[in-house]
């Protein structure tokens, strides 16, 4: 069942939201999102689309999923935080991703910063990407995969294949946007507060590449500019890293 149109998506979505756009297929949903803010959307403006041909995800990567298999969707936001506090914005999203999926009764956790995981296995990303006063954050949401591409097959999931359970897009979407509107313009010294407790990565040893190498250290907290405190001092403020076991 495709419960993902343009109508549904409108009727369901919180009064935050001032305009919809929804594109059965589109390169990228940040792109577009981007190129609407270049042309004076409003904060909250959001683009959904079914199918993404040029799907991008964090450090250069693509984002692939098949058609009608995941939410896909971009917001524009122009929020009123300094400059250097919107990278907390993506950890809002993550933050809002748990938030809903608990609601589902889906336990997830996030990696840091902002990879949020069922178990062990990826089943969303955040792309945050700003221009002049406008943050995109786009999200991806696996749901209805039953298998992906090998080179992830070990590492992916959805909510379907974790769960054994269906689930439709429209209310993930739906509970991702009502939560990161609360998030996006409340007191935004509280995201940090509210990502801890979802930030599965704290605690564990991890591996992180620091430029001159691979770091392995216990992540001991988050900084209030969302960045990862490591044991021994460090402080990581980008990048990708594995949870140990
Ligand atoms: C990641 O690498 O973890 C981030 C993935 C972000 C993917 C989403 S899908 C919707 C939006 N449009 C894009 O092109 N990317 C983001």
Same mark, same amino acid.
């Given at each position: 069942m495709n419960d993902l149109t343009a109508e549904s998506i409108r009727r369901a979505l919180p009064g935050w939201v001032p305009e919809v756009r929804f594109l059965p297929e589109t390169g990228s949903t940040n792109r577009v999102a981007m190129e609407w803010a270049a042309e004076g959307a409003a904060h909250g403006s959001l683009v959904v689309a079914d199918y993404q041909t040029a799907g991008r995800g964090r450090l250069e990567r693509t984002w692939l999923a098949p058609a009608g298999s995941s939410v896909l969707a971009s917001v524009?936001?122009?929020?009123?935080?300094?400059? +250097?506090?919107?990278?907390?914005?993506?950890?809002?999203?993550?933050?809002?991703?748990?938030?809903?999926? *608990? *609601?589902? *009764?889906?336990?997830?956790?996030?990696?840091?910063?902002?990879?949020?995981?069922? +178990?062990?296995?990826?089943?969303? +990303?955040?792309?945050? *990407?700003?221009?002049? +006063?406008?943050?995109?954050?786009?999200v991806g949401v696996n749901v209805k995969q039953q298998e992906f591409p090998e080179e992830i097959a070990a590492t992916a999931t959805s909510l379907e294949q974790f769960t054994g359970r269906r689930f439709g897009r429209l209310p993930v979407l739906e509970g991702l946007v009502r939560h990161l509107a609360r998030l996006v313009d409340g007191p935004v010294e509280q995201i940090v507060p509210s990502y801890r407790p979802w930030c599965g990565t704290l605690g564990r040893r991890v591996r992180v590449d620091v430029g001159s190498g691979p770091l392995e250290d216990l992540a001991a907290g988050i900084d209030p500019a969302g960045a990862l405190v490591l044991a021994g001092g460090r402080t990581i403020l980008a990048g990708d890293l594995v949870q140990l076991r």
């Open positions: 524009v936001l122009r929020p009123s935080m300094e400059p +250097g506090q919107r990278g907390l914005l993506a950890l809002a999203a993550a933050v809002a991703l748990c938030r809903c999926l *608990e *609601e589902l *009764e889906v336990p997830a956790s996030v990696k840091w910063p902002n990879d949020v995981l069922l +178990g062990d296995r990826k089943v969303a +990303g955040m792309l945050s *990407e700003a221009a002049g +006063g406008v943050v995109v954050l786009g």
